[in-house]
């Protein structure tokens, strides 16, 4: 465990390095072009020099291009975690004889909708694999995300309601 963790730490933490900057660098943009957004935000007061429906048409958008677009740019080489458990082991694939490992990989070869990001076919297609693994990801995120927002509505909704019989 102390070669894996070893191996592990130091990529994941680079990551995040790197995920912070690339968030800073949009939050210090959306700063420095319209700093209303990120007022109204930590006040929490409504954006109403915003158009809302715009925002989210710029946002589905860019959501579009990165998922769509940028998956294409996906390296082939192993993740963080992949790459770690090959050091270690000195094999891609973790060997288990155990019947419940055995079974859980059955289940995921069964369900996977996109096994390794790509057709579970393999077969030719107008859009490439990574493409289309971005673009339903981020897909069920969108309907997750509906569906949470919906959800808070709803209870917002109930909690202002006067009991019934008052």
């Given amino acids: 465990f102390a070669t894996f963790a070893g191996l ?51 946002m589905l958008a860019l959501t579009l291009l990165v998922a769509g ?22 094999s891609a694939e973790l060997a288990s004889e155990e019947s419940l490992h055995e079974a859980a990989a059955q ?7 996109m096994p390794d990001y790509d057709y579970k ?11 289309a693994a971005g673009l339903i990801g981020a897909g069920i995120t969108l309907v997750i995300v509906c569906a949470c927002a919906a959800g808070v509505y709803l209870v917002k909704k109930r909690r202002n309601k006067p009991p019934v019989g008052v």
């Fill in 8 to 58: 592990m730490i130091p990529i994941h933490l680079a990551i995040g390095v790197v995920e912070g900057l690339v968030t800073s660098a949009v939050l210090i943009f959306v700063y420095k072009m319209r700093p209303e957004i990120l007022e109204c935000a930590t006040e929490r007061k409504p954006l109403n020099k915003v158009s809302v429906k715009k925002v989210a048409i710029v």
């Fill in 107 to 113: 289940v995921q070869e069964g369900t996977a909708i």
């Fill in 121 to 131: 076919d393999g077969g030719d297609s107008v859009i490439p694999g990574t493409t």
């Fill in 69 to 90: 677009g940028l998956s294409l740019l996906a390296s082939s080489y192993p993740d963080g975690l992949e790459w770690s458990i090959e050091k270690t082991t000195g």
